[in-house]
Nanobody
Framework: QVQLVESGGGLVQAGGSLRLSCAAS????????MGWFRQAPGKEREFVAA????????YYADSVKGRFTISRDNAKNTVYLQMNSLTPADTAVYYC?????????????????WGQGTQVTVSS
């Protein structure tokens, strides 16, 4: 079992930045693909960013490309999502997820473990 706990969310003005963290316990994440998803009020959960266990393959949603960066610190068993140039459209609950086999995916059904989410609110 893997437990994922997100943190770093909060209220920020448009144009600002936040860094989300996803700390894992139970097992090392070093061989897992990791992803970030988000769900805005009244909308379906959507893919944001993901990378393979090796970090060689990285995907970003078009809406965040160039603004968000996914990264990991294997020593801390933690994955990050650096979010810059935030807009009100980025307001959502952000979830991190782990894919057991290390294959990066943009589909939430491919992920085995999920965190509880952290709220990000961007004011205009």
């Amino acid at each position: 079992q893997v437990q994922l706990v997100e943190s770093g969310g909060g209220l920020v003005q448009a144009g600002g930045s936040l860094r989300l963290s996803c700390a894992a316990s139970g097992r090392t994440l070093i061989t897992y693909a990791m992803g970030w998803f988000r769900q805005a009020p009244g909308k379906e959960r959507e893919f944001v960013a993901a990378f393979s266990w090796s970090g060689h393959t990285t995907y970003y949603a078009d809406s965040v490309k160039g603004r968000f960066t996914i990264s990991r610190d294997n020593a801390k068993n933690t994955v990050y999502l650096q979010m810059n140039s935030l807009t009100p459209a980025d307001t959502a609950v952000y979830y991190c997820a782990a894919e057991l086999h290390g294959s990066v995916s943009t589909k939430e059904d491919d992920y085995n473990y999920w965190g509880q989410g952290t709220q990000v609110t961007v004011s205009s």
